[in-house]
């Protein structure tokens, strides 16, 4: 039995403003992402990839096709059936918007305490064990700014994989960090989400990276214009 794919777009259009200040963005856009699946979307500034990225992470709502996430349509969906999916969702930005008032773990933390049947006790524990997973097993009490640009996107990572989303997607991951920086947090992002059977869509204009990837989608213009499936990639 095939699996339903997380992500499923079909002939979406997405517009800014309105009346005579409307303009279309995103043009008739196809596409679906399977249970597991490392995808990178690349292409030039302007070409839509973060309006498409928001989308899918249910930050904006769809004008125009389908758009479906997780199994629920997102075109129409109610503001509780759009926080309903958030939450199966982890998101890592360029800038890691950590809480600079907290700790590494109460950063983390507070990712697991949106489910609300999680207590407090145990939201903590897997906080610390994910630090741990991500290499910051010696920084859980670390407030951001005592802590590296890579070491910041680590516990970025740590707060969008703890809670074991269905989808994580990635802005930039990478594009604050040097190349080493850069390397080690994507290879992280790729053994996490392997082990956790998670589906990833990363947005970069990092070269380096791409060979992490199961498939390479190509924006320009608001239009997905290559779709590309690295079928022998070799074993990590």
Same mark, same amino acid.
């Given at each position: 039995?095939?699996?339903?794919?997380?992500?499923?777009?079909k002939n979406?259009?997405?517009?800014?403003?309105?009346?005579?200040?409307r303009?279309q963005?995103?043009?008739?856009?196809?596409l679906?992402?399977?249970?597991g699946?490392? +995808?990178? /979307?690349?292409?030039?500034?302007?070409?839509?990839?973060?309006?498409?990225?928001?989308?899918?992470?249910?930050?904006?709502?769809p004008?125009?096709?389908?758009?479906?996430?997780?199994? #629920?349509?997102?075109?129409?969906?109610?503001?509780?059936? /759009?926080v309903?999916v958030?939450?199966?969702i982890?998101?890592i930005f360029?800038?890691?918007?950590l809480l600079?008032?907290? +700790?590494?773990?109460?950063?983390?933390?507070?990712?697991?305490?949106?489910h609300?049947d999680?207590?407090?006790?145990e939201?903590?524990?897997?906080?610390?064990? /994910?630090?741990?997973?991500?290499?910051?097993?010696?920084?859980?009490?670390?407030?951001?700014?005592?802590l590296?640009?890579g070491?910041?996107?680590?516990?970025?990572?740590?707060?969008?994989?703890?809670?074991?989303?269905?989808?994580?997607?990635?802005?930039?991951?990478?594009?604050?960090?040097d190349?080493?920086?850069?390397?080690?947090?994507?290879?992280?992002? #790729?053994?996490?989400?392997?082990?956790?059977?998670?589906?990833?869509?990363?947005?970069?204009?990092?070269?380096?990276?791409?060979?992490?990837?199961?498939?390479?989608?190509? /924006?320009?213009?608001?239009?997905?214009?290559?779709?590309?499936?690295?079928?022998?990639?070799t074993?990590?």
């Amino acid at each position: 039995m095939l699996q339903e794919p997380i992500v499923a777009i079909k002939n979406l259009n997405y517009y800014f403003g309105k009346g005579s200040l409307r303009k279309q963005i995103l043009f008739d856009i196809n596409l679906e992402m399977q249970p597991g699946e490392i +995808t990178i /979307m690349t292409g030039p500034s302007g070409s839509g990839k973060t309006t498409l990225l928001t989308l899918m992470g249910s930050l904006r709502s769809p004008q125009e096709g389908s758009l479906k996430v997780l199994g #629920q349509e997102l075109i129409g969906a109610s503001k509780s059936q /759009m926080v309903q999916v958030r939450r199966h969702i982890g998101y890592i930005f360029q800038a890691h918007n950590l809480l600079k008032c907290l +700790t590494a773990r109460q950063n983390v933390q507070m990712s697991v305490e949106l489910h609300r049947d999680i207590p407090s006790q145990e939201a903590a524990t897997r906080s610390t064990a /994910m630090l741990e997973a991500v290499g910051l097993g010696d920084r859980v009490n670390y407030y951001p700014e005592n802590l590296s640009g890579g070491q910041k996107q680590r516990v970025a990572i740590a707060r969008a994989l703890v809670s074991h989303p269905k989808l994580v997607l990635a802005d930039e991951p990478t594009a604050a960090l040097d190349s080493k920086s850069g390397r080690d947090v994507v290879e992280l992002m #790729q053994r996490l989400a392997k082990e956790q059977g998670c589906t990833i869509l990363m947005v970069t204009h990092d070269n380096r990276i791409l060979d992490v990837a199961d498939r390479i989608i190509h /924006m320009e213009d608001g239009r997905l214009v290559r779709d590309t499936i690295i079928s022998e990639k070799t074993p990590a």
